[in-house]
C-alpha cells in the first residue's frame, strides 16, 4: 500500500495492535497516505520514532456508568476518554453519547482532534470521550442523571489544565451544564473544566455557533483564494440537522448562498425554494421530532426516506456540499453523483463523512475537499477561546469572539495553502496540506520534549 518502508511497517502494526476498529484505521491510513512524501524527506521523523509516538494514545480510560431511569429500572452504559496527545496543551475535544460509540470510533476521532487542535495553533492538545448511552427518548431527569453517573468517573481524570471536554452528537449545552454542576460539587471548585458552557456561567458567546459559522468561514476563503468566487448565490446541500448543519445553513444563508437540502437519520428534504431554518429549528430543536415534518409547513419540498436503494442526499445537484451528520455518509457513489451534478466543494462540518475512496476521486475530479479537522475547527477554536475567557475570569462580546473565529478560520485556510504551494501540491487537495501543517507542529512538540 505503501512505497515508504517505514510508513508501510507502522501501518500495518497499527492495524495488528488495533483489530476490527475500522474507523480507527480508516483515519490512521488517510492520515499515512498524506504524510508518506513528507516522512520520506525528512528521515528524522523515523530515526525519533515520530510516528509510532504520535499514533499511540497516551492514556485510554475506559468505565462504568451506571444510572436509573425513571421507572427505577437500573442501566450500565461504557464511559470512554482518550487521552491522545498532550504535546501542545492540555487534553481537548468532545463527549459524543450515541448508541454507536465504540473504541474505535473514540480512538479515531481523538486522532483526529489532536491535527484539528494543531492547525488551529492554539494551545490545546487532543482527546476525546463519550458513552454508548442513547439520549433519544429519555427524560430530562434521566439524561441529568447519567451525566451526573458519566462526571462521577470522569472527574478524577480532567481538569482545566489536565483535560477540558466540550459537547459532541448528543452532548449539547444542556448536557454539559450536568456535567458541569456534578463536577463542580465533587470537586468544590468553579473552574474552566468543560467548554460549551450555557452563557450564565462561563460558556462564551458564539460557541454554540462556532462549528456550523466556521465551516462557512472557511468555505468562503476557499471559494475566494482558488476559484475567486464566493458562497454568494451558490446552491448548498448540508446532511444533519443538528449543532453543526443548523448554524452552517444560517451563515450560509446570510452570506447569501441557497441551501436546498437537509436531513437527519430517517431521510432528507429538498425544497427547491431553499430551507425555511426557523421550520428546521422548530423541528429539532423545540420538539426533537423527524425532519420529515417539514412537508407539513413546506408542501412543494420533497422527503426521501433513507433506505437501501433510495437516493441519498448527495445526488442532489448543487454547488457545495456541507456533510454535518456523521462518520462515512459520502461514499464513491456518492462522490460520482456529486462530481457529475458539478459540484465544485466538499466541505466538511462532521467528523470523517467522506470515505477515503470518495476522498481521492472528489480531489482527482478537480473537487475543493476541505476535510473536517480543518473546516470544523471552529468549534474547538472557540471552545479555547472560552478557555481563555474562564481563565481571565472575563467575558468577550460577540463581536470579539466571531472576529476571533473567523480570523483563526482564514488562518487555517492560508497555512494549508502555504503548505500546498510549498511542497507543490494539488491545490484543491486540503487534506493533504493539513495533515502536514497538524503533524508538523505535534511532531517538533513530541522532538523537544524528549521520549
Ligand atoms: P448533533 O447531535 O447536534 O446532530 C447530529 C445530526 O446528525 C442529527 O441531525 C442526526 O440525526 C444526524 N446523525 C447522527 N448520526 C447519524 C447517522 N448515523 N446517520 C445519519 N444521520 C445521523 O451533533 P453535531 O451537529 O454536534 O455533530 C455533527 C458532526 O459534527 C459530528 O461528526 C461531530 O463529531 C462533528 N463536530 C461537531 C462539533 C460541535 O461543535 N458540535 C465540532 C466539530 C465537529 P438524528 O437527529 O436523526 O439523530
Same mark, same amino acid.
Given at each position: 500500500?505503501?512505497?515508504?518502508?517505514?510508513?508501510?511497517?507502522?501501518?500495518?502494526?497499527?492495524?495488528?495492535?488495533?483489530?476490527?476498529?475500522?474507523?480507527? %484505521?480508516?483515519a490512521?491510513?488517510?492520515?499515512?497516505?498524506?504524510?508518506?512524501?513528507?516522512?520520506?524527506?525528512?528521515?528524522?521523523?523515523?530515526?525519533?520514532?515520530?510516528?509510532?509516538?504520535?499514533?499511540?494514545p497516551?492514556?485510554?480510560?475506559?468505565?462504568?456508568?451506571?444510572?436509573?431511569?425513571?421507572?427505577?429500572? %437500573?442501566?450500565?452504559?461504557?464511559?470512554?476518554r482518550v487521552q491522545y496527545n498532550s504535546?501542545i496543551g492540555?487534553y481537548k475535544g468532545g463527549l459524543r453519547?450515541?448508541?454507536?460509540?465504540?473504541?474505535?470510533?473514540i480512538n479515531f476521532l481523538a486522532l483526529e482532534q489532536c491535527l484539528k487542535n494543531s492547525l488551529t495553533?492554539?494551545?490545546i492538545g487532543g482527546g476525546k470521550g463519550g458513552?454508548?448511552?442513547?439520549?433519544?427518548?429519555?427524560?430530562?431527569?434521566?439524561?441529568?442523571?447519567?451525566?451526573?453517573?458519566?462526571?462521577?468517573?470522569?472527574?478524577?481524570?480532567?481538569?482545566?489544565?489536565?483535560d477540558v471536554p466540550a =459537547?459532541d452528537?448528543?452532548?449539547?449545552?444542556?448536557?454539559?451544564?450536568?456535567?458541569?454542576?456534578?463536577?463542580?460539587?465533587?470537586?468544590?471548585?468553579?473552574?474552566?473544566?468543560?467548554?460549551?458552557?450555557?452563557?450564565?456561567? =462561563?460558556?462564551?458567546?458564539?460557541?454554540?455557533?462556532?462549528?456550523?459559522?466556521?465551516?462557512?468561514?472557511?468555505?468562503?476563503?476557499?471559494?475566494?483564494?482558488?476559484?475567486?468566487?464566493?458562497?454568494?448565490?451558490?446552491?448548498?446541500?448540508?446532511?444533519?440537522?443538528?449543532?453543526?448543519?443548523?448554524?452552517?445553513?444560517?451563515?450560509?444563508?446570510?452570506?447569501?448562498?441557497?441551501?436546498?437540502?437537509?436531513?437527519?437519520?430517517?431521510?432528507?428534504?429538498?425544497?427547491?425554494?431553499?430551507?425555511?431554518?426557523?421550520?428546521?429549528?422548530?423541528?429539532?430543536?423545540?420538539?426533537?421530532?423527524?425532519?420529515?415534518?417539514?412537508?407539513?409547513?413546506?408542501?412543494?419540498?420533497?422527503?426521501?426516506?433513507?433506505?437501501?436503494?433510495?437516493?441519498?442526499?448527495?445526488?442532489?445537484?448543487?454547488?457545495?456540499?456541507?456533510?454535518?451528520?456523521?462518520?462515512?455518509?459520502?461514499?464513491?457513489?456518492?462522490?460520482?453523483?456529486?462530481?457529475?451534478?458539478?459540484?465544485?466543494?466538499?466541505?466538511?462540518?462532521?467528523n470523517m463523512?467522506?470515505?477515503?475512496?470518495?476522498?481521492?476521486?472528489?480531489?482527482?475530479?478537480?473537487?475543493?475537499?476541505?476535510?473536517g479537522k480543518?473546516?470544523n475547527a471552529?468549534g474547538v477554536a472557540?471552545s479555547?477561546?472560552?478557555?481563555?475567557?474562564?481563565?481571565?475570569?472575563?467575558?468577550?462580546?460577540?463581536?470579539?469572539?466571531?472576529?476571533?473565529?473567523?480570523?483563526?478560520?482564514?488562518?487555517?485556510?492560508?497555512?494549508?495553502?502555504?503548505?500546498?504551494?510549498?511542497?507543490?501540491?494539488?491545490?484543491?487537495?486540503?487534506?493533504? =496540506?493539513?495533515?502536514?501543517?497538524g503533524?508538523?507542529?505535534i511532531?517538533?512538540?513530541?522532538?523537544?520534549?524528549?521520549?
Amino acid at each position: 500500500m505503501f512505497n515508504n518502508k517505514y510508513v508501510e511497517k507502522v501501518f500495518n502494526e497499527f492495524k495488528l495492535k488495533n483489530k476490527g476498529q475500522n474507523e480507527y %484505521i480508516q483515519a490512521c491510513q488517510e492520515i499515512l497516505e498524506s504524510l508518506e512524501n513528507y516522512i520520506t524527506n525528512n528521515s528524522f521523523i523515523e530515526e525519533n520514532a515520530l510516528l509510532e509516538r504520535f499514533l499511540e494514545p497516551e492514556r485510554t480510560i475506559t468505565f462504568k456508568v451506571t444510572w436509573m431511569d425513571d421507572n427505577n429500572q %437500573i442501566h450500565v452504559n461504557r464511559g470512554y476518554r482518550v487521552q491522545y496527545n498532550s504535546s501542545i496543551g492540555p487534553y481537548k475535544g468532545g463527549l459524543r453519547f450515541h448508541p454507536s460509540v465504540n473504541e474505535s470510533i473514540i480512538n479515531f476521532l481523538a486522532l483526529e482532534q489532536c491535527l484539528k487542535n494543531s492547525l488551529t495553533r492554539l494551545p490545546i492538545g487532543g482527546g476525546k470521550g463519550g458513552s454508548d448511552f442513547d439520549p433519544k427518548g429519555k427524560s430530562d431527569n434521566e439524561i441529568m442523571r447519567f451525566c451526573q453517573a458519566f462526571m462521577n468517573e470522569l472527574y478524577r481524570h480532567i481538569g482545566p489544565n489536565t483535560d477540558v471536554p466540550a =459537547g459532541d452528537i448528543g452532548v449539547g449545552q444542556k448536557e454539559i451544564g450536568y456535567l458541569f454542576g456534578q463536577y463542580k460539587k465533587i470537586k468544590n471548585e468553579f473552574t474552566g473544566v468543560l467548554t460549551g458552557k450555557p452563557i450564565t456561567f =462561563g460558556g462564551s458567546l458564539l460557541r454554540t455557533e462556532a462549528t456550523g459559522y466556521g465551516l462557512c468561514y472557511f468555505t468562503d476563503r476557499a471559494l475566494t483564494y482558488l476559484k475567486d468566487d464566493s458562497l454568494k448565490g451558490k446552491t448548498v446541500i448540508i446532511s444533519g440537522s443538528g449543532n453543526v448543519a443548523i448554524h452552517a445553513c444560517e451563515k450560509a444563508q446570510n452570506l447569501g448562498a441557497k441551501v436546498v437540502a437537509m436531513s437527519d437519520s430517517s431521510g432528507w428534504i429538498y425544497d427547491p425554494n431553499g430551507i425555511k431554518l426557523h421550520y428546521i429549528r422548530q423541528i429539532k430543536e423545540d420538539r426533537k421530532a423527524r425532519i420529515k415534518e417539514y412537508l407539513l409547513k413546506a408542501p412543494n419540498a420533497r422527503y426521501t426516506e433513507s433506505k437501501e436503494g433510495n437516493p441519498t442526499i448527495w445526488s442532489t445537484p448543487c454547488d457545495i456540499a456541507f456533510p454535518c451528520a456523521t462518520q462515512n455518509e459520502i461514499h464513491l457513489d456518492d462522490a460520482k453523483l456529486l462530481v457529475k451534478n458539478g459540484c465544485i466543494g466538499v466541505f466538511e462540518g462532521a467528523n470523517m463523512p467522506t470515505t477515503l475512496d470518495a476522498i481521492h476521486y472528489l480531489i482527482d475530479n478537480d473537487v475543493i475537499f476541505g476535510p473536517g479537522k480543518a473546516c470544523n475547527a471552529g468549534g474547538v477554536a472557540t471552545s479555547a477561546l472560552e478557555m481563555t475567557q474562564n481563565s481571565m475570569r472575563m467575558t468577550w462580546s460577540y463581536q470579539e469572539v466571531n472576529r476571533n473565529l473567523k480570523q483563526i478560520m482564514e488562518d487555517i485556510f492560508d497555512s494549508i495553502c502555504y503548505t500546498n504551494n510549498k511542497y507543490s501540491l494539488k491545490e484543491n487537495d486540503l487534506l493533504t =496540506g493539513a495533515n502536514i501543517v497538524g503533524f508538523e507542529k505535534i511532531m517538533y512538540a513530541m522532538l523537544l520534549q524528549g521520549i
